[in-house]
């Protein structure tokens, strides 16, 4: 590597660490994606809303699970909700949540790949 872009590159990771405590968040968010029952979950609302009998049925997992996941993922700000009438529908925050989702998962069919 020729040494303009090998300081250039320095540069751009000092600049990156400089944000340390911005760092530590992200740790904590990619914690949040290393539990299999919150993945499931995730990818089960990235098709639309749903409510937690439905994601319980779906996932075969007992309802109070599903709520507890859900409380974690909507205090961490990946899922939100709704009310409609007695039912809260559950859904992802935003196209950020599903574009993290899809690339770890485009990840992981580029490593078969390989």
């Given at each position: 590597?020729?040494?303009?872009?090998?300081?250039?590159?320095?540069?751009?990771?000092?600049?990156?660490?400089?944000?340390?405590?911005?760092?530590?968040e992200l740790?904590?968010?990619?914690?949040l994606f290393?539990?299999?029952?919150?993945?499931?979950?995730?990818?089960?609302?990235?098709?639309?809303?749903?409510?937690?009998?439905?994601?319980?049925?779906?996932?075969?997992?007992?309802?109070?699970?599903?709520?507890?996941?859900?409380?974690?993922?909507?205090?961490?700000?990946?899922?939100?909700?709704?009310?409609?009438?007695?039912?809260?529908?559950?859904?992802?925050?935003?196209?950020?949540?599903?574009?993290?989702?899809?690339?770890?998962?485009?990840?992981?069919?580029?490593?078969?790949?390989?």
């Open positions: 590597m020729e040494h303009s872009q090998h300081s250039a590159s320095l540069a751009r990771a000092q600049s990156a660490l400089s944000r340390e405590e911005k760092l530590f740790a904590d968010l990619f914690r290393a539990d299999s029952t919150r993945i499931r979950i995730l990818y089960a609302l990235s098709g639309g809303e749903l409510c937690v009998g439905a994601l319980s049925t779906l996932l075969s997992l007992e309802q109070s699970t599903v709520s507890h996941q859900l409380k974690v993922l909507r205090e961490s700000r990946l899922v939100t909700y709704r009310r409609e009438g007695k039912t809260n529908l559950y859904s992802l925050s935003d196209e950020h949540v599903s574009s993290i989702l899809d690339a770890g998962f485009t990840h992981l069919l580029e490593e078969e790949e390989h």
